[in-house]
């Protein structure tokens, strides 16, 4: 757990009055406790103190309350961390050395059946169950779909709670100077050919094109949108798909539509050219467009958003990255350890870490269907929040797909960062043989 002295410095900026319904919300279930199988010691520790909860964050995103009302209602302390993407390798090398793992854990999706697999994690199917029957009324704010997605072999292992999805972000201007129609576009070809418009009327720009980083889960975007066949989580990067998708990297490298400072890595470059008005196109994920709300570039006038192209007369989907919540193996107080979840439900919290610590999209009806998310975000059109209401495809979960991903990032990074001089057949028949022995 972070000291307070820590807290302090890192989070006095975003630090606001404890939401006083929180508290009402989660007295209901403290009444039933006991009905619950809890009993009557189940709320305090064996010396009669608080029972200690410990949840692991991925990123910044915990609640400036953080957690008190469990605390005033349950007895329950949270002690919370950050650890980003290293819960896995950090989780196993506690358990190796003997050492108190934590109760629940914030994790990408697609790595549930690497922790199932490790025996990392429980199942939280009677926990869930409980959390209906003692508060439906929070339970009903969550997406039916968050139950079904975390559901393996029967049992809900992983409650995704948020997911990282894209848009396409542009700059209105460029692109009216240039007489390129905006988008949305069918496929990533029309917009190769807007980019090369904008070029010709605008060649001194640093580049037509970019990523607020590139990363696994945006390797993945371009092979689902380009309707890459998958087996299990292997792409077929030889199929046509895949050497269409491998074509249009290549050609926006030979081209100079993108630059390697703006494709790979999680890079400020792209995000800061396209608020300066120096970038036509920029892909970057929903949450993130709060950073383009500045005075002197404003949404509507100097910028629109729209969704990505998926290529659906060739299988293209689009995609969306949830993360969320599983509980550990051997924790103590499985109750009390659920607890997390649906404080973390509760709209006030969900919209707070959505709007205010850019969360993923929270899985929250309240904040989705909410008056503050268009007076808020604009940019999170009506088109766009279809889109991510009716998402069904996600990165592959398996065990093997980070390593998958490290061989996708190596492909792009050889296709937009060093060049080659290969055609996107011999670029496919190069990678096949690296990604199908990982399947």
């Known amino acids: 757990m972070k000291t307070p002295s820590s807290?302090?410095?890192?989070?006095?900026?975003?630090?606001?009055?404890?939401?006083?319904?929180?508290?009402?919300?989660l007295a209901v279930p403290a009444l039933v406790l006991a009905a619950c199988g809890g009993g009557d010691d189940s709320d305090q520790s064996d010396d009669g103190g608080p029972v200690v909860?410990?949840?692991?964050?991925?990123?910044?995103?915990?609640?400036?309350?953080?957690?008190?009302?469990?605390?005033?209602?349950?007895?329950?302390?949270?002690?919370?961390?950050?650890?980003?993407?290293?819960?896995?390798?950090?989780?196993?090398?506690?358990?190796?050395?003997?050492?108190?793992?934590?109760?629940?854990?914030?994790?990408?999706s697609h790595l549930t059946p690497a922790f199932m697999e490790a025996g990392l994690i429980s199942p939280m199917t009677e926990q869930i169950a409980t959390f209906e029957e003692e508060q439906p009324e929070l339970y009903e704010t969550v997406p039916p779909e968050v139950w079904e997605d975390g559901t393996y072999d029967g049992d809900i292992y992983h409650v995704p709670n948020k997911s990282l999805v894209n848009g396409l972000f542009y700059n209105v201007k460029l692109l009216e100077d240039a007489g390129v129609e905006p988008p949305p576009y069918d496929?990533?070809?029309?917009?190769?050919?807007?980019?090369?418009?904008?070029?010709?009327?605008?060649?001194?720009?640093?580049?037509?094109?970019g990523t607020g980083g590139t990363s696994h889960d945006r390797m993945f975007e371009w092979l689902y949108t380009f309707g890459v066949p998958f087996e299990g989580n292997i792409p077929d990067l030889t199929s046509d798909q895949g050497v269409d998708m491998i074509d249009f990297l290549q050609t926006m490298y030979e081209e100079g539509i993108t630059d390697p400072e703006f494709m790979i890595g999680q890079?400020?470059?792209?995000?800061?050219?396209?608020?300066?008005?120096?970038?036509?196109?920029?892909?970057?994920?929903?949450?993130?467009?709060?950073?383009?709300?500045?005075?002197?570039?404003?949404?509507?006038?100097?910028?629109?958003?729209?969704?990505?192209?998926?290529?659906?007369?060739?299988?293209?989907?689009?995609?969306?990255?949830?993360r969320g919540w599983s509980m550990a193996a051997d924790t103590e107080h499985p109750y009390e350890a659920s607890l997390v979840l649906r404080y973390l439900a509760e709209p006030e919290i969900a919209a707070e870490r959505y709007f205010e610590l850019e969360s993923g999209v929270v899985q929250s009806l309240p904040v989705l269907e909410g008056e503050e998310l268009p007076e808020a975000?604009?940019?999170?059109?009506?088109e766009l929040l279809e889109i991510f209401r009716n998402l069904e495809t996600q990165i592959p979960p398996a065990t093997n797909t980070n390593a998958v991903g490290e061989v996708l990032i190596n492909l792009v990074e050889e296709l937009t960062v060093t060049g080659t001089e290969d055609s996107p057949e011999q670029v496919a028949e190069r990678y096949q043989p690296e990604l199908d022995e990982l399947g």
Do not use: C
């Open 377 to 382: 975000q604009p940019y999170f059109t009506d």
């Open 7 to 25: 807290r302090e410095r890192t989070r006095a900026s975003r630090r606001r009055r404890r939401p006083t319904n929180v508290v009402a919300l």
């Open 187 to 209: 496929t990533w070809w029309d917009l190769v050919d807007a980019a090369r418009a904008v070029q010709q009327s605008n060649p001194d720009l640093p580049a037509y094109f």
């Open 53 to 108: 909860v410990t949840a692991w964050f991925n990123g910044e995103t915990v609640p400036a309350d953080e957690f008190a009302a469990l605390e005033e209602e349950y007895n329950i302390t949270v002690e919370w961390d950050i650890r980003g993407d290293a819960i896995l390798t950090d989780m196993l090398r506690m358990r190796d050395a003997g050492e108190q793992l934590p109760d629940m854990v914030e994790i990408d």
């Open 267 to 322: 890079q400020d470059e792209s995000k800061g050219a396209f608020v300066a008005g120096n970038l036509p196109f920029i892909d970057e994920g929903i949450n993130n467009g709060v950073g383009f709300m500045l005075d002197d570039f404003q949404y509507g006038e100097d910028w629109l958003s729209a969704p990505y192209p998926v290529h659906e007369e060739d299988g293209g989907k689009a995609l969306g990255v949830p």
